[in-house]
């Protein structure tokens, strides 16, 4: 039998779980979607739904993952042995890790190839033109998208075949811990950009005119989505460090305190990038165009650009390889679990099929352009985004809260004397109907609101 690693420091837990939710959706989404629906309103309404339902799911997978000692491929089997009917739930972590990394680490591809670009000072002798025509070569050149690609996998899948203490925890640690630091420099270089006082007034500030020009309905579903989705939960990613987890404090506060750092990276993100745009006059947008089009091009233009703009991307480089080598390692482990491989086997598999899982996303944006699985307009990225985003996260989510509040699952019961083992906050046992009546009903709302939102 093996003997399961376990984390070397409480901080290296809090540095990797909040690695794995900090991402590129916190730099190209967070900020845009604040100053969108309303700055301080968003921002009171989005810090509300992390409580309604980020938090307590985020606690249900740290306590499954801690009481079973095993990655979601197995913990069900182990905590429900006497019905199956949970049994069959297990391949949903190895299924959405896989789809959700066969385009997250295309971008993080893309940003490898713009982070050396920057270094070298290559974006900085482009026009503007020639920095958004930089990007569309890029995706239409398929060998030098996989080879960035296959850098993030054999980056990524190597971290992981040194172990959980050895590899993961000792390299993502240093990764945050530059990251928050690089974040809070040019956060100190933005703040002091002219227009930097009508950025934050946009960012931060209660704005009703705003929220009454999109309605209340899209504000609660903005913030709904966005402290869904950033915690990366409902695959079992956040689940497979619960397992790693000793038992000397309670899962509530661990997860406030994963759930806080996201957040204040998310902040921080906002502080840089609205004041870079509203610096030159320009739009934040949400997306790629934000990160590959719209910031080099303001970079380029300021003081000390060359400098700014390669941080900038470094930090970048280091929030998307902290997901996914956190991702990874869920699938590493899970083929560990299930399967009784080796670390050894079950790294060097899994970055082989990855290498080849890869291809559609990459072939969609030149071979398989022609191909739009969602309509015009759309490519093979958004197809994958589609099925993990708005199926297997909230699914999984869904399934995981079931079980631990279902007589015929793990149990309430079972949940919270796991959660609340060891020292600190305890989880309020008077939410147990929430858990089980309205929690649920929020989760079928997200995946209702995400198939309005494609295909209406």
């Known amino acids: ?10 901080l290296g837990f809090i540095l990797l779980s909040a690695g794995c939710a900090i991402g590129l959706g916190n730099v190209w989404r967070f900020p845009y979607v604040t100053g969108k629906c309303g700055g301080a309103f968003f921002l009171f309404t989005y810090l509300g739904m992390l409580l309604l339902i980020g938090l307590p799911i985020l ?7 801690r009481g079973s000692g095993l990655s979601m491929g197995k913990a069900m089997r182990k905590l429900s042995p006497s019905y199956s009917f949970w049994h069959h739930f297990g391949p949903i972590s190895i299924i959405g890790s896989y789809l959700l990394m066969m385009f997250y680490v295309p971008i993080t591809g893309w940003i490898f190839s713009y982070c050396l670009q920057m270094m070298s000072g290559s974006l900085f002798s482009l026009s503007t033109a020639e920095v958004s025509q930089c990007f569309t070569d890029m995706l239409k050149d398929p060998l030098s998208m996989y080879g960035w690609t296959a850098l993030s996998v054999i980056i990524g899948f190597s971290i992981c075949a040194a172990g959980l203490r050895n590899g993961i925890e000792r ?6 811990i530059v990251l928050l630091g690089i974040m809070i420099l040019l956060m100190m270089r933005a703040l002091f950009l002219p227009g930097a006082g009508e950025a934050l007034k946009f960012y931060l500030a209660p704005n009703w005119e705003q929220v009454q020009k999109i309605g209340i309905g899209t504000l609660l579903s903005e913030a709904m989505n966005q402290a869904f989705f950033t915690l990366s939960i409902g695959i079992g990613s956040m689940l497979i460090f619960g397992s790693y987890l000793n038992k000397t404090q309670t899962l509530t506060g661990e997860a406030s305190l994963v759930v806080g750092l996201d957040t204040l990276i998310a902040l921080i993100a906002g502080a840089i990038i609205f004041p870079v ?13 934000l990160l590959f089009i719209t910031l080099p091009n303001m970079f380029r233009e300021m003081n000390g650009g060359l400098f700014w703009g390669s941080a900038f991307f470094i930090c970048m480089l280091f929030a998307a390889l902290t997901t996914v080598i956190a991702v ?6 899970y083929c560990i679990d299930v399967f009784q491989w080796s670390r050894t086997k079950s790294t060097v598999c899994n970055a082989l099929l990855m290498l080849i899982l890869v291809l559609p996303c990459i072939l969609g944006f030149n071979v398989w352009s022609g191909f739009e699985p969602l309509g015009s307009g759309t490519n093979i990225m958004d197809l994958e985004d589609f099925c993990i985003s708005n199926n297997i996260l909230p699914g999984g ?16 019961h079972n949940f919270i004397r796991e ?5 600190g906050p305890k989880f309020p ?22 198939y309005m939102r494609y295909f209406s």
């Open 328 to 333: 990874f390692e869920n699938i590493v482990s």
């Open 1 to 10: 039998m093996r003997i399961r690693e376990t984390f070397s420091s409480r």
């Open 397 to 412: 989510a869904l399934l995981l809260v079931l079980f631990c509040t279902s007589r015929k699952g793990w149990g309430f």
């Open 171 to 176: 390299v993502v640690k240093i990764l945050m």
């Open 59 to 65: 606690i249900i997978e740290f306590s499954i993952g």
């Open 419 to 423: 959660a609340d083992t060891g020292r």
């Open 429 to 450: 046992s008077f939410l147990r109907p929430y858990l089980s009546s309205v929690l649920p009903f929020l989760i079928l709302f997200l995946i209702f609101q995400g």
């Open 277 to 289: 745009c509203f610096s030159f006059g320009v739009q934040p947008d949400a997306g790629p165009s």
